[in-house]
């Protein structure tokens, strides 16, 4: 058994390096995440989709979540592979496609630990609260000032809990528009499983 890491548990220093082989160091990794459980049936055809399209034009997912998805179900692949008489491990292509989804997977996780390791305040005190769920992370406001922030800055479609569903791409900038305007961040709420949020799609 491999212990699993969640997306907002895994740091840098989890992720193998660029010159990993695929057994035992990227195979290990990659089954630190279940896939199944966090795609349910749509992996399999998600997972075949994305090696084609990364075949063609070198395009990964963008997010944690299908990232990780996509590496689990290359292992399982090849896993399954060993069982046929012609078996001979994993091509050039499959550990190329392998060492693209970890360098993409350790710049979101250096990029977001480089942004959410500065001082938190107490969750009485705190004015919004983050949660990552793998695809976006969620802001979540926890005090009156906090609602009446986005009410006044914000025109985007807010979750049901009333709060923001954010692409990693922009979180540094929201968090540095409201940090500005004074107002604080509490600790990580933790990872919690969303389908998706307003106006997401799984491609």
Request: proline letters at 7%.
């Amino acid at each position: 058994m491999f212990d699993e890491l969640s997306n907002e548990q895994l740091r840098p220093e989890h992720v193998p390096p660029r010159d990993a082989p695929w057994h035992p160091t990227i195979s290990e990794f990659a089954l630190t995440f279940n896939a199944y459980e966090a795609m349910g049936n749509r992996l399999d055809k998600y997972a075949q989709r994305r090696f084609e399209r990364w075949k063609k034009d070198r395009s990964l997912p963008p997010d944690l979540l299908h990232l990780r998805s996509c590496l689990f179900m290359k292992q399982r692949e090849l896993r399954w592979a060993e069982n046929a008489p012609t078996h001979t491990g994993p091509t050039d292509e499959d550990v190329a496609y392998a060492h693209a989804l970890i360098d993409a997977i350790r710049i979101l996780v250096t990029k977001r630990s480089e942004r959410t390791e500065g001082p938190m305040v107490s969750v009485e005190d705190a004015d919004f609260r983050i949660r990552d769920d793998g695809v976006t992370f969620h802001f979540r406001p926890t005090s009156a000032a906090a609602k009446a922030w986005l009410a006044k800055h914000d025109t985007h479609e807010l979750t049901p809990e009333g709060g923001l569903a954010v692409k990693p791409a922009s979180v540094e900038e929201l968090i540095l528009d409201i940090e500005a305007d004074g107002l604080r961040f509490g600790p990580h709420e933790g990872e919690a499983r969303i389908d998706f949020f307003p106006g997401e799609s799984e491609d």
